[in-house]
């Protein structure tokens, strides 16, 4: 089958609001490669959300995030493998140990992605944490950490999306939220690039929310979203 060009393309399902969510199944989850399950609506609703979703959608992102003790995570992994979701986000700032409890737990069941540093945070506030590392060496460091732990992919913001690309394997998959077609309010992310600037920079699957969820005109805006991905294709080593 060919590849169409928002496969690349997961929607975050991020709404309180029971009807919105069902409805943002409906429409964006035969359109496009994933529906993502994320904290609130998984706090909300549970594994119920995952299966409304799953009813919809060609794959399944369950972004839960987790960060604990190798033995909580292993659990956890372990109970989001039987809900049939197809990747399931972990904090690589939980370290080896853990990363690779979650991907012993995980048993090829789903794939584990290692979320490298959340795409709202800038230089500024990781100061503020007294933590003055350099995210620009930061992120792709951990992203091959999480790759040598067994983890099949990392998200980070699409500026740090060429030099992850650039020292992992080509099958580890590069996902980047903090994704802003031209002319959309960037809201809280602060690390941000348009989707084709994420894809020539080398990232496999872009996570959207608010542009298409929260459009004017949800249809136009994921047409237009699809014009521009059919015109852009990864090209390694490109950094933005
Ligand atoms: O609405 P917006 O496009 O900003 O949504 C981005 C989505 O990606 C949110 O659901 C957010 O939880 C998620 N995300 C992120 N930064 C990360 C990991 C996930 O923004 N590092």
Redesign the pocket.
């Known amino acids: 089958m060919s590849e169409r060009a928002l496969d690349c393309v997961i929607v975050?399902l991020?709404t309180a609001e029971r009807n919105e969510f069902d409805r943002w199944c409906r429409f964006f989850g035969p359109r496009v490669g994933y529906l993502?399950v994320?904290?609130e609506a998984f706090i909300r609703w549970g594994p119920a959300a995952v299966d409304t979703a799953r009813s919809q959608a060609n794959g399944i992102f369950l972004?839960l995030?987790l960060h604990d003790i190798p033995n909580t995570v292993a659990g956890a992994v372990g109970a989001a493998s039987d809900l049939g979701v197809d990747l399931l986000?972990v904090h690589v700032g939980g370290g080896r140990r853990m990363l690779e409890a979650g991907v012993s737990a995980a048993r090829g069941r789903l794939k584990l992605l290692a979320?490298?540093?959340?795409?709202?945070l800038d230089q500024a506030a990781l100061r503020e944490l007294d933590d003055p590392c350099d995210l620009a060496d930061r992120v792709p460091a951990w992203a091959v950490l999480a790759a040598s732990s067994g983890c099949s992919g990392a998200?980070?913001?699409p500026l740090e999306a060429g030099s992850i690309r650039r020292r992992v394997e080509a099958d580890f998959l590069v996902v980047t939220?903090?994704?802003?077609p031209a002319g959309s309010p960037s809201?809280?992310?602060r690390r941000t690039a348009t989707p084709s600037e994420a894809r020539a920079a080398g990232a496999d699957l872009l996570?959207?929310?608010?542009?298409l969820?929260?459009a004017a005109d949800p249809e136009l805006a994921l047409q237009r979203l699809e014009e521009e991905l059919a015109s852009s294709r990864p090209v390694e080593g490109i950094v933005v």
């Open positions: 975050a991020d993502k994320g904290l972004d995030k986000t979320v490298t540093a959340l795409t709202h998200v980070c913001s939220p903090g994704v802003r809201g809280d992310q996570v959207v929310g608010r542009p969820t929260r």
